[in-house]
C-alpha cells in the first residue's frame, strides 16, 4: 500500500514541476478600464455613483418653475420664478470629483467631493459604491440680523451611493444621506437622515426615463417627501438633457434633503430641468 502511495505522490510533483512556473511580470497592461453604470453622474436630485475621466470638467445648469404646471397664468409654470443652480466639476483622477454650486435659494453654495470606492464586476449585477460628502453655506437670509459667517449658515452632508445595473437597462441606486444642521432658519440645530433610492430605464442609446424618491428616515423634515419623474436625453460626449416633474424646488444637496413643500398626487408638481456638459 506504501508503494502505491509513494508512485501516485511522484507522478502527482512530477506533474506540478513539469509545469512552466514564471515569476516575471507581463508586460501587457492589465489595468481594468473603470467600471461605468449610470450615464450621467446625477440622476434627478441625487448622484449616481459615476465620476469621470481624470482631467474633465463638467458645467451645470438647472432649473426648477416654483409655479405648478396646472396653476392658471402662469403658462405650465414656465412665467413663474424659478429656482436656479450652476455648478462646476472636475475630476483630479478617474474616481474622484469635486464640484462646486451656487443656488439662488438662500444663496446657497455648495462644495463636495465624491470619491468612488468599489467596483464589483459581475455579468448579472455589476456594482458600484462611492462616498460623497460636501456643505453649504447660506449667504442671503431677509434680514441682517444673522452675520455672514455665523455657523448656523453653515450645514454638512454626507452620501453613501450604491448603483447596480440589470442588463445594461435597468439602473438601480440607493443613497442613504445624512445632513447636518437641515434648518438653517432655526435656532435649534436639526438633522435628517434620509434613504434616497432611484431607478432609471435605457429606451435606447439616447432616450431614458428616471424616478426618484428621497423618504425620510428619522429626523427633520420640512413636509413631505421629494418625489420626481423624469426623462433623459443623452445627446452624446456627455451632454446630458433632463425633463423633470416633481413635488420639490429645491436644487442643492443641502436643501433638497429637508423634504418638499407639497404633496406630488394631490397637488400638481413643478416643471424644471437639468443641462449637463462634460468638458475634454
Not at 59 to 79: C, M, N, Q, T, W
Request: hydrophobic share 35%; net charge neutral; aromatic share 16%.
Amino acid at each position: 500500500m506504501k508503494c502505491y502511495l509513494i508512485a501516485a505522490l511522484a507522478l502527482f510533483s512530477l506533474e506540478i514541476f513539469s509545469q512552466e512556473i514564471t515569476w516575471k511580470r507581463s508586460s501587457e497592461n492589465t489595468t481594468l478600464p473603470e467600471l461605468r453604470l449610470f450615464r450621467s453622474t446625477q440622476v434627478i436630485n441625487l448622484p449616481s455613483a459615476e465620476t469621470y475621466e481624470k482631467g474633465d470638467f463638467e458645467y451645470e445648469i438647472s432649473h426648477r418653475f416654483i409655479p405648478a404646471v396646472d396653476e392658471k397664468g402662469k403658462f405650465f409654470g414656465l412665467d413663474g420664478p424659478a429656482n436656479i443652480r450652476f455648478s462646476l466639476s472636475y475630476a483630479p483622477s478617474d474616481r474622484m470629483t469635486l464640484t462646486l454650486g451656487r443656488a439662488n435659494t438662500d444663496g446657497n453654495i455648495d462644495l463636495a467631493v465624491k470619491y468612488k470606492t468599489l467596483q464589483l464586476r459581475n455579468d448579472l449585477f455589476p456594482s458600484e459604491l462611492s462616498i460623497r460628502i460636501g456643505a453649504g453655506w447660506s449667504t442671503n437670509f431677509p434680514s441682517d440680523e444673522r452675520k455672514l459667517f455665523d455657523s448656523k449658515n453653515f450645514q454638512f452632508f454626507a452620501q453613501a451611493i450604491f448603483n447596480t445595473l440589470y442588463e445594461r437597462t435597468l439602473g438601480i441606486g440607493i443613497v442613504p444621506t445624512y445632513l447636518y444642521n437641515s434648518n438653517v432658519y432655526s435656532t435649534e440645530r436639526y438633522y435628517s437622515f434620509t434613504l434616497g433610492s432611484y431607478a432609471q430605464i435605457y429606451l435606447d442609446e439616447k432616450w431614458s426615463v428616471m424616478l426618484e424618491w428621497n423618504p425620510t428616515v428619522t429626523g427633520y423634515r420640512s413636509r413631505f417627501n421629494p418625489l420626481a419623474l423624469g426623462l433623459e436625453l443623452d445627446t452624446g460626449g456627455g451632454h446630458f438633457f433632463k425633463f423633470i416633474f416633481s413635488n420639490s424646488v429645491d436644487l442643492n444637496t443641502s436643501h433638497f434633503v429637508n423634504g418638499a413643500s407639497k404633496q406630488f398626487f394631490k397637488s400638481s408638481p413643478s416643471f424644471g430641468f437639468n443641462l449637463t456638459r462634460i468638458l475634454k
